[in-house]
């Protein structure tokens, strides 16, 4: 496989310290060199140069939280078509739900996934379901779907209702070096609801679901993480209350991770406007109270990822009434712009953003990646902050269009996205790859 | 009113797309169509040519027959399509609804439908005008305005009365309605009810939330109960009717608190002895007659605004 040398980029590394003019030389699909700085002469003149012209280059962007469809809803999503449009985002990895039909409850299924994820655009890590069914009722085989593939247990989408077995899932999940992922939300009193719980909802007539429905879950389980000695991770944060609980318990040494998605922090619940099921998602969209926790959150590090909750639907489960109306969107080809206006709003800076983006989400599920290390994989996203332009149904990737953010005009991309020394994606007009 | 007012909606989906002006236009509208309902030949040909479809997906005796009677009276052509008995809407969507109606080419489709939002979901896709006739908890903008012009013609005015509305405003779309019609005209607003069934935020519709029914009632000029269902006692959001007839239905007692000449209203049907007195609902402070004399007299301004008179 022919080399390539990728210089004069912005080189931002945050678990390496960097950030400043550097650049990658690419050999046989893994990272011979990083530099500081001009490239070294010792790059042989024959290796071909890619001017990033001051584009960022960092590690290949990881989303810990997406969901691909495949098994069962191929109409709305494929583990191929997906991984393109996490590819499109500047993702070089996901990790994926388990929330398929059948669910991802054995190794049969992950094997399955693992298997259709071969030749994907993107490092496929499939997170397999806490209970059998994912029906809350008994354990499913941990060890089995370990050995299948993957790197993590959730029953996502759904709460794991019964906390005796939440206890048991925590403390099995030790013996085989699986993270436990909550999905919290207190489900008696969320039921039926549509969307946040307040005035907007009472003036739509819609049954609302109250903050406390996540955030007594998240204290459950941050008190079951500590009382079993486990590490959690708690998925897509949205209420203030939430980020100060998981604050505390960081602030007592507790192991707990956690993740919010782009809309927590870009939208509050006006974006269901009358009715808009493109704003429908559960957690819902809440006020502007808690984007400003949520941002709070992920500077200061209460939140260590950011993920997409990436939920194509397609129009059949979304061009229906707002309460029958499925929940979730597209997140992926939209984290990076959304994510860079925090950068250029002063709430992050660039290094907190890849650690957000690439560093903690490698960390958080033990996985490779997430820095720029010599010899490993060559995993690298090329942004290009200032590019602006508008989110439009017909240049979607996904195979779903459901997206709150469809003809917003955007700053920042990602313009060029490798896996393991391969391009997987260049956005349009973009001759960087040669 | 300003003398270059034009009324310009399209679709009537809930009060809170209306302005104080457009209510005030509706209703001196109605009124001046009251008059119709009076005459030996209660007909005349203002919509002659006009398709209007009765689209009911909840049962509804009263407010169907309600708008097919004004319908009726203004000569325009109705068609009712209902839940049972319909081969449409059977495992269709909305919008799938919305399209094959859409080739019969209405003028004017009134909807009443369990799902909140389904009124405006149905306009987004077909070229006709939209009544809402109910949606889930949402709105009920007529049975709001039968209500407005229903106090107008018993007070003479709305500005400045104060107004009780007693119940599950939870649940209530016409409780919904109500607040919004009855603030934007100037009048106060107070409701009361089981804590369990006022809604988070309802101050922000314009109303005062009273801890006490009888708080709400003090010095009324207008109290309304609204009708409580069974089924809100599976919730759990209601220990039983009887508890809610001695806290929350509306009795005499209860009226001894309200001015004097305080009307009592009712969307009806009336659950009689549950959240309203038998007595009262029959006595003559009631104006409950009225509110259903008056439905057919809004609908009929409603469906002539929207589908123009020429
Ligand atoms: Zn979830």
């Given amino acids: 496989m022919e080399a390539r040398c990728l210089i004069n980029g912005r080189l931002i590394d945050p678990r390496r310290g960097l950030d400043g003019l550097g650049g990658v030389w690419l050999e046989e699909g893994r990272i011979k060199a990083v530099f500081a700085g001009p490239a070294p002469a010792a790059i042989p003149a024959g290796v071909p140069r890619i001017d990033l012209g001051g584009r960022w280059l960092v590690p290949g962007l990881i989303d810990i939280h997406v969901h691909l469809r495949e098994p069962g809803d191929e109409h709305k999503e494929t583990i191929a078509s997906g991984a393109l449009a996490a590819a499109a985002g500047g993702f070089t990895a996901v990790a994926c739900m388990p929330n398929t039909r059948p669910v991802n409850d054995c190794e049969a299924v992950t094997a399955l996934i693992m298997a259709r994820a071969q030749g994907a655009a993107t490092r496929i890590y499939p997170v397999g379901a806490i209970s059998r069914g994912s029906d809350g009722e008994s354990l499913a085989p941990f060890g089995e779907m370990r050995r299948g593939g993957a790197v993590a247990v959730s029953d996502d989408g759904r709460p794991v209702g019964n906390s005796q077995l939440m206890r048991r899932a925590l403390e099995y999940a030790g013996n085989h070096d699986l993270l436990v992922i909550s999905h919290p939300e207190e489900s008696s009193l969320s039921h039926h609801g549509a969307m946040n719980e307040g005035a907007l909802a009472t003036r739509l007539g819609l049954r609302g679901i109250p903050r406390v429905a996540e955030e007594i879950m998240v204290y459950r389980d941050l008190a079951l993480a500590e009382y079993t000695g486990r590490p959690i991770h708690i998925a897509h944060v949205s209420t203030r209350e939430a980020v100060d609980l998981i604050r505390r318990a960081k602030a007592r040494g507790g192991r707990v991770t956690a993740e919010t998605a782009p809309h927590y922090f870009t939208l509050t619940e006006e974006a269901v406007g009358d009715y808009d099921t493109r704003a429908k998602m559960n957690p819902p969209l809440r006020t502007a109270d808690d984007l400003a926790a949520i941002r709070q959150g992920l500077a200061d590090g209460t939140l260590d990822a950011i993920a997409t909750d990436h939920a194509p639907h397609s129009a059949l489960e979304k061009e229906v009434e707002f309460d029958l109306a499925a929940n979730g969107i597209i997140g992926l080809e939209t984290s990076v712009p959304l994510t860079l206006a925090l950068v250029r709003e002063g709430v992050i800076s660039p290094a907190r953003m890849i650690e957000l983006l690439a560093a903690n989400p490698a960390r958080i599920l033990g996985v490779s990646g997430g820095t720029l290390q010599e010899e490993a994989p060559a995993d690298l996203t090329v942004i290009d902050p200032e590019l602006s332009f508008t989110y439009q149904a017909e240049t979607v990737v996904s195979k779903s269009r459901n997206s709150p953010f469809l003809g917003w005009d955007l700053q920042g991309r990602a313009v060029l996205t490798i896996l393991a020394g391969r391009a997987t994606f260049e956005a349009p007009g973009q001759t960087l790859w040669r | ?310």
């Fill in chain 2, 1 to 310: 009113m300003n003398a270059d007012y034009r009324f310009s909606h399209k679709h009537i989906l809930g009060l809170a797309d209306l302005s104080a002006a457009d209510i005030a236009f509706i209703l001196r509208t109605a009124d001046s169509f009251k008059e119709i309902s009076q005459r030996n030949i209660k007909k005349v040909p203002t919509l002659r040519g006009r398709t209007v479809i009765n689209l009911f997906f909840e049962p509804s005796t009263r407010t169907r027959l309600s708008f097919e009677v004004a319908a009726k009276r203004m000569s325009a052509d109705t068609f009712n399509i209902g839940n049972s008995g319909s081969s449409t809407v059977k495992g269709e969507t909305m919008v799938d609804t919305a399209r094959n109606l859409a080739a019969m080419n209405p003028d004017c489709i009134i909807i009443r439908h369990a799902r909140s939002g389904s009124a405006r979901l149905l306009a987004e896709h077909i070229p006709a005008s939209v009544i809402n006739a109910g949606d889930g908890t949402h709105e009920h903008p007529s049975q709001g305005l039968l209500d407005l012009l229903t106090v107008q013609e018993n007070k003479g005015r709305i500005e400045g009365l104060r107004v009780a509305i007693i119940g599950d405003i939870s649940h209530s779309r016409v409780a919904h309605s109500n607040i919004i019609g009855f603030s934007k005209m100037g009048a106060e607003v107070r409701v009361s009810g089981p804590a369990t069934l006022i809604p988070p935020g309802i101050e922000q519709l314009g109303a005062t939330v009273c801890p006490t029914v009888r708080e709400a009632v003090a010095d009324a000029d207008v109290v309304m109960a609204l009708r409580i269902q069974h089924e809100r006692q599976q919730d759990p959001l209601l220990p039983s009717l009887r508890e809610y007839a001695t806290f929350f239905g509306i009795t005499p007692a209860v009226m001894a608190g309200a001015k004097a000449d305080a009307i009592i209203m009712h969307p009806g049907p009336i659950n009689r002895g549950v959240e309203l007195d038998p007595a009262l609902a029959d006595g003559p402070r009631s104006v409950i007659l009225d509110q259903v004399t008056n439905g057919v007299a809004v609908r009929m301004a409603l469906l002539y605004l929207i589908m123009g008179g020429e």
